[in-house]
């Protein structure tokens, strides 16, 4: 089990809820989204981590947004943190950015694409912050044991692992749900990122996605038992500056969420 402030994720607990935009695009947007998924999970009665990236260090195009400049980001995700009294998620990608977002945020995350980067994770577990490490689309969820192994190493057991889709031929991802079995068997709360996984990576200048998949595979993880559910939303997604193919609209979260809710009531039950 891992702690976030007094959010208890893995162990049989209810399912919590990662939620917020790709990335830091305004503060009107970060907190227009914060603050109505806060109303959404306190209805439902369901712990929430506010997430959004301060930068994108990996998109397809060089002409893609990459952030509102470090400074000016950061800022805004501890207003988030202060002001809606919520814990904070955002991606690091190399190790000086633990010390920019250290005092901003509860966890830090491992984007896929480095869940091998050795420096990075061990300077990540240093940090004594809770460390999410996405799934590489290019590993097999066994072999997470590795990454996790290496944060571990520092001291640090405050790990979650994450699912996002695996490398299908070009430009597709698929989700093999066996993999979030293998993951828990690993020792760490497993998340299910619905939102990444529908995404069809670097297709011509962008990454496409196929939104009308995201509640299908967040239930059907969530009837499999994972301990968080990682979702991009946004208020418009065709306007989104980031992942605009892929990210839930905000209004569909709570019908999706009160659905997801009654599953992880009935497994977890079940697993009593």
Known sequence: MVEVRNIKIGDNNPLVLIA???????????????EEIKKITERLNIHFIFKSSFKKANRTSLKSFTGLGDEDAIKILSQVRTNFNLPVLTDIHKEDDIKLVADSVDVIQIPAFLCRQTDLLLAAGKSGLVVNIKKGQFLAPEDMR????????????????????????????????????IMKEIG???VMDATHSVQLPSKENISGGEPRFIKPLAKAATA????????EVHPNPKEALSDAASQLPLIELEPLISEIKAIDSLIKSSNK
């Open 224 to 231: 499999v038992g994972i301990d968080a559910l990682f979702l």
């Open 20 to 34: 917020g935009p790709c990335v830091v695009e305004s503060e009107e947007i970060i907190f227009k989204t914060a």
């Open 146 to 181: 590795h990454a996790a192994e290496k944060v571990a190493s520092t001291g640090n057991n405050k790990i979650l692992l994450t699912e996002r889709g695996t490398t299908f031929g070009y430009h597709n991802l698929v989700v093999d749900m066996r993999s979030l079995v």
């Open 188 to 190: 760490y709360p497993v």
